[in-house]
């Protein structure tokens, strides 16, 4: 007979990486902000015009939340890279002058490495931002920005992922000091400093969660909308809702949503909203009044006022500048993953077909 004792708990190893967050998010402010502001500098100096980013899974959701820091705040155009066009395809962009950005928590996917060498070969400046600064991803790239999460042991991102969020925004915020460009809202101030308080809050009310929980416990898919700085939250969000509890969860940006896909929105469809405070927040309104009319089942993370016109939701900490509120949004969403996969007897720790390492080339 077993002894209890040793038998896993479902759910204890993400619970335990998630509940890490606010002091992942304190050291890389004590130990790697500056390491992140000299490599900031560094890359200033250099001059890029232009900016390409390079992920996959939820890595990818975190460079997409750099590219709206880095056309936002620094007024550089950016992109995501399709990394087969040189993988697969051999093609041979001319990279002078690019920076070319590369994000991954273990820094070990083959494409992710060869796609780096190839933007250095083609004149690019690489950077990796990693959870591995021994990474064959370091290795190969000129700089490199560890973001100190400590080992990642459930197979769902967590403490990675807003650890990379972070690290991006010291990163751009960097940038944009040493280029004498306004710094942000947040920068300096006790918006970023005050974040891993405010995680460790959002984090213990996780008793509101579980009740948001029951509500999809037995949902057949989802729908997840958000705008501007909170539409790479959507897209997170819906990629933990899939790995974890296995229903088909899609994420769209608000404004595509009512290009079509407003029509699969009945009065029976879950749709979660993530509504900053903030621009984008004020886009995303025509798209809530739309499925309020057509009695869509909406929850919103936001504004305890939007909370409020919903059927439910999850009211995030007032005051804080809408380009960091990523890193507080998805806290919520990462517990409401964990909370229906165990409502529906799933170990979130470790998701069927999935490895921790995911070498795509």
């Known amino acids: 007979m077993s002894d209890p004792q040793t038998v896993p708990v479902p759910g204890r190893i993400m619970a335990a990486e998630m509940a890490e967050q606010p002091a992942v998010l304190q050291r890389i402010l004590d130990e790697g902000a500056p390491q992140i502001r000299e490599v900031a500098a560094q890359i200033a100096a250099r001059g890029p015009r232009f900016v390409l980013l390079t992920a996959r899974g939820t890595s990818d ?6 590219k709206y820091l880095i056309e936002i705040l620094l007024g550089k155009p950016a992109g ?22 590369t994000v991954s928590q273990s820094g070990g996917s083959p494409d992710l490495v060869a796609s780096t060498k190839a933007a250095r070969e083609a004149g690019a400046i690489t950077l990796a931002v990693t959870n591995n600064p021994a990474s064959p991803l370091a290795e190969v790239s000129e700089f490199h920005i560890d973001v ?15 650890a990379e969020l972070l690290a991006l925004y010291l990163l751009v915020e960097g940038l944009a000091e040493a280029w004498g460009l306004p710094r942000p809202k947040a920068g300096g101030g006790s918006a970023v400093k ?4 405010l995680a460790a809050g959002v984090l213990a009310r996780k008793a509101e969660v579980k009740t948001l929980a029951e509500r999809y416990r037995f949902a057949q898919r989802l729908v997840i909308t958000s705008r501007g700085y909170g539409y790479p939250t959507a897209r997170e969000a819906a990629l933990k809702l899939m790995e974890t509890t296995y229903i088909p969860a899609t994420p769209f ?11 699969m929105v009945d009065n029976v469809s879950p ?13 995303l309104q025509p798209v809530l009044d739309r499925l309020r009319g057509r009695g869509a089942d909406l929850v919103v993370i936001g504004r305890q006022e939007q909370v409020e016109a919903a059927s439910a939701g999850f009211a995030l900490p007032a005051g804080v500048p809408e380009e960091v509120q990523p890193i507080l949004e998805i806290l919520p969403l990462q517990l409401l993953a964990h909370e229906i996969t165990i409502a529906r007897g799933q170990d979130p720790d470790a998701p069927r077909a999935l490895a921790k390492v995911t070498e795509t080339r």
């Open 148 to 162: 100190l999460a400590g080992p990642e042991r459930a197979l769902p991102a967590t403490k990675t992922y807003t």
């Open 253 to 263: 940006s608000g404004a595509d949503l009512l290009h079509g896909p407003l029509a």
């Open 194 to 197: 005050d974040l891993p308080g």
């Open 271 to 283: 749709v979660i909203a993530i509504v900053p405070d903030g621009k984008g927040g004020e886009a």
């Open 61 to 66: 959701n975190a460079a997409l939340y750099a």
């Open 80 to 101: 995501l890279t399709s990394m087969s066009t040189t993988t697969a395809y051999g093609a041979k962009p001319d990279l002078t002058d690019v920076l070319a950005v």
